[in-house]
């Protein structure tokens, strides 16, 4: 790929990943269809294939900068429903780069060495370092979203009785907030993906899982029975990104329920946080010049 088509495929990338950053409190979920493809239709698939290998090509380039020049990392966080497709789009956005240059964790369920600390312990130890993606699958934000949905998981965090209070959401929007803002001041880059799946695409994938044996390994039943929570999640989601949103760290929602569309608006939308860094290979000092010169000569 040459530089001019470099150059149009990070605009590209610009216009299709825009529509769906959120940056303010003014967001509303009922705003992003789970099932919108923008100007692309299924007859689009095949060239959307295309555009996406061409974009993980430019996203190992941009990732190759950003590790050579080691000042920036870069984390990109992902939230979602069961099924949504967190897993794919992780898989094959990231296809490309390269593994020394990438961190991938995936947070469960808290271990009781987890919950001996505050919530952000386990999350700061698996920050990437700098030059890297870091990827996090699920995040300290499934604390104003699963724990917000089963109080029972707040009352095993063994906080102070005093500081639960009514505002414990509001407090950890605001933490996470100021959090984001450190990191950011600090050289890490953050982009927050909600992959938007809707509940009847939901219940198709969960199907799927059961009927089709190499798939099976995937499903729990569990899943399926917090689709009984559905609405709650979706209240707890919007109001997350309403207030989590900001200029320095957005949330990208993604429509979901067409998987392509999905990996391409991730790629675009890391594309595009790669090419605000304004990443450039260090610059070589004439020290290093003739130290190069110096070899050259005898070898
Ligand atoms: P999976 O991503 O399918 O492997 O599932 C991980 C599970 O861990 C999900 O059911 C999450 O809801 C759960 N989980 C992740 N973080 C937390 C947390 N902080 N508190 C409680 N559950 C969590
Ligand atoms: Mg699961």
Known sequence: MNNKEMKQLIKNARKYSRPFRVTDDHFRLKDIDPGDTLDLTSEDKPRAKEALANGIQVLAELQDMLYAQDNWSVLLIFQAMDAAGKDGAIKHVMSGVNPQGCQVYSFKVPTSEDLDHDYMWRCMKRLPERGRIGIFNRSYYEETLVVRVHRAFLEKQKLPPDLVTKDIWKERFQDIRSIERY???????????????????????????IEEPEKNWKFSANDAKEREYWDDYMDAYEDMIRNTATKGAPWY????????????????????????????????????????????RDL
């Open 253 to 296: 929602v993604v429509p979901a329920d067409n998987k392509w569309f999905t990996r391409v608006i991730v790629a675009a939308a890391v594309i595009d946080a790669l090419d605000s860094l304004d990443l450039k290979y260090p610059k070589v000092s004439d020290a290093k010049l003739k130290e190069l010169a110096a070899a050259k």
């Open 183 to 209: 990191l950011l001041r600090n050289g890490v880059l953050i982009r927050k993906f909600f992959l938007h799946v809707s509940n009847k695409e939901q219940k198709k994938r969960f199907l799927e899982r």
